[in-house]
T-cell receptor, first 109, second 115 residues
Framework: DAKTTQPPSMDCAEGRAANLPCNHSTISGNEYVYWYRQIHSQGPQYIIHGLKNNETNEMASLIITEDRKSSTLILPHATLRDTAVYYC??????????FGAGTTVTVRA | AAGVIQSPRHLIKEKRETATLKCYPIPRHDTVYWYQQGPGQDPQFLISFYEKMQSDKGSIPDRFSAQQFSDYHSELNMSSLELGDSALYFCATARVTGASGNTIYFGEGSWLTVV
């Protein structure tokens, strides 16, 4: 299964864009990149996912490099409520979703 | 929109007792996953079911068992509870049949405290 590497933590100023990087250099051609976040002791919340094209929804944008070995999640206007642990996950074909360490994002006023 | 429903939300049990957690998937979802998250840890995969059959097994203790029923809801049974079983248990569901890149949705979790 493709593994991901994320920075352990990052700070972001409220109202600014937060760019969360993720490396997944061993991703296979048909594996999707998923992003979830977990606010303290709540269920992981789906944010966005993509295969090779950039994706955007009401929560975030996902930029995947052309070689698919890395991606960036962009929160366009971070708010205090975006403080959470963000998980970048490559989903294998068997749909077994495995969590790594994630990035703890702290949005500061 | 309907979400993944877990019950109970909170549960307190004594050591050596038995607990059962329930998960009700989003309509038309055919796959259920169970995760355990201890304090300060990342969620750990326990077990999954696809179309009522066990599809994968993770770090689930032998004291735990689970099944998916004909209506696709799932139950996680935990026996001979230990203090270390105290954790947040998540259920996640997805519709896997017929397409790739479908979204997996999580419930809010069930807090189990063993005293």
């Amino acid at each position: 299964d493709a593994k991901t590497t994320q920075p352990p933590s990052m700070d972001c100023a409220e109202g600014r864009a937060a760019n969360l990087p993720c490396n997944h250099s061993t991703i296979s051609g048909n594996e999707y990149v998923y992003w979830y976040r977990q606010i303290h002791s709540q269920g992981p919340q789906y944010i966005i996912h993509g295969l090779k094209n950039n994706e955007t929804n009401e929560m975030a944008s996902l930029i995947i490099t052309e070689d698919r070995k890395s991606s960036t999640l962009i929160l366009p206007h971070a708010t205090l409520r975006d403080t959470a642990v963000y998980y970048c996950i490559v989903l294998p074909n068997d749909y077994k979703l495995s969590f790594g360490a994630g990035t703890t994002v702290t949005v500061r006023a | 929109a309907a979400g993944v429903i877990q019950s109970p939300r909170h549960l307190i049990k004594e050591k050596r007792e038995t607990a059962t957690l329930k998960c009700y998937p989003i309509p038309r979802h055919d796959t259920v996953y169970w995760y355990q998250q201890g304090p300060g840890q990342d969620p750990q995969f326990l077990i999954s079911f696809y179309e009522k059959m066990q599809s994968d097994k993770g770090s689930i203790p032998d004291r735990f068992s689970a099944q998916q029923f004909s209506d696709y809801h799932s139950e996680l049974n935990m026996s001979s509870l230990e203090l270390g079983d105290s954790a947040l248990y998540f259920c996640a569901t997805a519709r896997v049949t017929g397409a790739s890149g479908n979204t997996i949705y999580f419930g809010e979790g069930s807090w189990l405290t063993v005293v």
